[in-house]
């Protein structure tokens, strides 16, 4: 029989009618759903090391619903992991912990809340490709969106649960974060370095000497070559303890309330540089 690691979760409804052990059957629903498609799009990218846009039939992984349990409002869940090439020569308890910090650190991000990883597994994939992480956030995003329904109907949190502890949870200021605002409908020039560059997607990170923090980008339409070869020249400066400061020209993309979570990104060009940025 093929090998199988079975990984438990469950969803906690607190607040409101979920104190009561009952939710909204339509809020619920579409919480639930927006939950289902999260963990589907977060375990295929766990597994697979690939991001699917939408929540994929995943193959070598499925997660179940299991009976309801008693208390404010609880939905068991299980993660069956079966992929044999992803399995290959690992204990069950190191899969196990890996996939609860991954879904912590993926799922943390696209509703605004940032973890360290805390097993080597999850660090180094990290480390190797952060921008990976920050796409796959802004994919989980709008699953999340509907996952905050009973949030946004009738208040309380909702947590994603392991055994014997909460890995995260969701309120009305993680609502605020996956509820989107639209672009700006203007570019603007940003001063900062890039130090994360991922040379095949073209998304990464910089620091915004602006907001004197490091905020991901995401490629526009617009990027081309000369830009790229800028993006990667400021990184390999960054990483060499040099200025390798750029002008990045970006669309902010803004939470709720206002607070910058990403940037799309037209061009850059070198500060100072006469005429206006490259674009196509």
Same mark, same amino acid.
């Given at each position: 029989?093929?090998?199988?690691?079975?990984?438990?979760?469950?969803?906690?409804?607190?607040?409101?009618?979920?104190?009561?052990?009952?939710?909204?059957?339509?809020?619920?629903?579409?919480?639930?759903?927006?939950?289902?498609?999260?963990?589907?799009?977060?375990?295929?990218?766990?597994?697979?090391?690939?991001?699917?846009?939408?929540?994929?039939?995943?193959?070598?992984?499925?997660?179940?619903?299991?009976?309801?349990?008693?208390?404010?409002?609880?939905?068991?869940?299980?993660?069956?992991?079966?992929?044999?090439?992803?399995?290959?020569?690992?204990?069950?308890?190191?899969?196990?912990?890996?996939?609860?910090?991954? !879904?912590?650190? %993926?799922?943390? &991000?696209?509703? *605004? /809340?940032?973890?360290?990883?805390?097993? +080597?597994?999850?660090?180094? $994939?990290?480390?190797?490709?952060?921008?990976?992480?920050?796409?796959?956030?802004?994919?989980?995003?709008?699953?999340?969106?509907?996952?905050?329904?009973?949030?946004?109907?009738?208040?309380?949190?909702?947590?994603?649960?392991?055994?014997?502890?909460?890995?995260?949870?969701?309120?009305?200021?993680?609502?605020?974060?996956?509820?989107?605002?639209?672009?700006?409908?203007?570019?603007?020039?940003?001063?900062?370095?890039?130090?994360?560059?991922?040379?095949?997607?073209?998304?990464?990170?910089?620091?915004?000497?602006?907001?004197?923090?490091?905020?991901?980008?995401?490629?526009?339409?617009?990027?081309?070559?000369?830009?790229?070869?800028?993006?990667?020249?400021? !990184?390999?400066? %960054?990483?060499? &303890?040099?200025? *390798? /400061?750029?002008?990045?020209?970006?669309? +902010?993309?803004?939470?709720? $309330?206002?607070?910058?979570?990403?940037?799309?990104?037209?061009?850059?060009?070198?500060?100072?540089?006469?005429?206006?940025?490259?674009?196509?």
């Amino acid at each position: 029989m093929a090998r199988e690691i079975s990984i438990s979760l469950k969803l906690v409804y607190r607040g409101g009618d979920a104190d009561k052990g009952r939710l909204d059957l339509y809020d619920g629903a579409d919480s639930i759903f927006g939950f289902a498609k999260a963990l589907q799009i977060a375990t295929h990218a766990f597994v697979k090391e690939s991001i699917a846009k939408t929540a994929p039939s995943m193959k070598g992984a499925r997660i179940y619903m299991q009976p309801p349990a008693a208390g404010s409002f609880i939905e068991p869940i299980q993660a069956v992991i079966s992929d044999p090439t992803f399995m290959a020569g690992v204990g069950t308890g190191v899969v196990t912990n890996a996939f609860y910090d991954f !879904l912590k650190i %993926a799922l943390g &991000r696209a509703a *605004g /809340l940032v973890f360290e990883p805390e097993t +080597p597994t999850v660090k180094r $994939r990290l480390e190797k490709d952060e921008p990976f992480f920050d796409e796959l956030a802004d994919v989980l995003e709008g699953p999340l969106r509907e996952a905050h329904r009973t949030i946004e109907e009738s208040g309380g949190t909702v947590s994603i649960d392991r055994p014997r502890s909460t890995l995260l949870t969701f309120d009305h200021e993680t609502l605020d974060w996956v509820k989107t605002r639209e672009e700006d409908e203007a570019s603007a020039f940003r001063l900062g370095t890039v130090t994360r560059f991922n040379i095949l997607s073209h998304n990464g990170r910089m620091f915004d000497k602006t907001e004197n923090r490091t905020i991901p980008f995401k490629r526009g339409e617009t990027l081309n070559g000369s830009s790229v070869l800028l993006l990667s020249k400021s !990184l390999d400066d %960054a990483n060499n &303890r040099l200025p *390798g /400061l750029l002008e990045f020209q970006v669309k +902010p993309v803004r939470s709720a $309330r206002g607070v910058i979570k990403r940037f799309i990104l037209s061009s850059c060009r070198k500060p100072g540089s006469l005429g206006p940025a490259h674009s196509l």
